[in-house]
């Protein structure tokens, strides 16, 4: 069964730390793995990941993907209360001739203290 | 503004009835999509559409149907069969060029009392 796990499920941190949430997948014929933000509702689009490691950043946030230990990680450096959010990992492939349905981890919550 | 409009944002049903959630994009996608969420859980697919005219199950269809008879809108309805119906409602799209990269919209909250 394709399945995406994501940890920790929770994380609290400080302003100014530096942290790292972690994606492991198993799904059939793999297209791509992408990462979404959530803070209220509407998850936004943060990055989409094809190619082992070639690292994708904007701004304070960096991903990379490691298809040999298919998984992937998102690096946040000097964290801000407002990257206070859910985090979700979802990965594409080929599902019954569709390209594109995703299936999404259960998300890390992760909460900034001033 | 392009984007997707779900309506309404938050609704309240009785035990028995059926409910339509409404989405409307502007995005001129081709692709939508119905998820939903509960707490502690990822998205989880309902129904997807690749096309006009043509709708697909996802891993959780039952109790839900949809419809696409224009572009531009994919309405859910969550239907008396539905045990555990309780959830928040995201419809997404995406343009066929870029596979995976789904726009949101804001979410529909279902409270079934």
């Known amino acids: 069964e394709d399945k995406v796990v994501q940890s920790p499920l929770s994380l609290v941190v400080h302003e100014g730390d530096t942290v790292t949430l972690n994606c492991s997948y198993e799904v059939t014929n793999f297209r791509s793995l992408l990462w979404y933000k959530q803070e209220k509702k509407a998850p936004t689009f943060l990055f989409m990941l094809t190619s082992s490691g070639i690292e994708k950043k904007s701004g304070r946030l960096s991903s990379i993907l490691d298809k040999k230990e298919l998984s992937s990680i998102l690096n946040i450096t000097a964290t801000q209360t407002g990257d206070s959010a859910i985090y979700l990992c979802?990965?594409?492939?080929?599902?019954?001739?569709?390209?594109?349905?995703?299936?999404f981890g259960k998300g890390t919550k992760l909460s900034v203290k001033p | 503004d392009g984007g997707i409009t779900q309506s309404p944002k938050y609704l309240f049903r009785k035990e028995g009835q059926n409910v339509t959630l409404s989405c409307e994009q502007n995005l001129n996608h081709d692709a939508m999509y119905w998820y939903r969420q509960d707490p502690g859980q990822g998205l989880r697919l309902i129904y997807y559409?690749?096309?006009?005219?043509?709708?697909q199950k996802g891993d959780i269809a039952e109790g839900y149907s949809v419809s696409r008879e224009k572009k531009e809108s994919f309405p859910l309805t969550v239907t008396s069969a539905q045990k555990n119906p309780t959830a928040f409602y995201l419809c997404a799209s995406c343009d066929r060029g870029r596979t995976g990269e789904l726009f949101f919209g804001e979410g529909s909250r279902l409270t079934v009392l």
């Open positions: 979802a990965v594409g492939g080929n599902y019954g001739g569709s390209q594109g349905n995703l299936i």
């Open positions: 559409s690749q096309i006009v005219n043509d709708f």
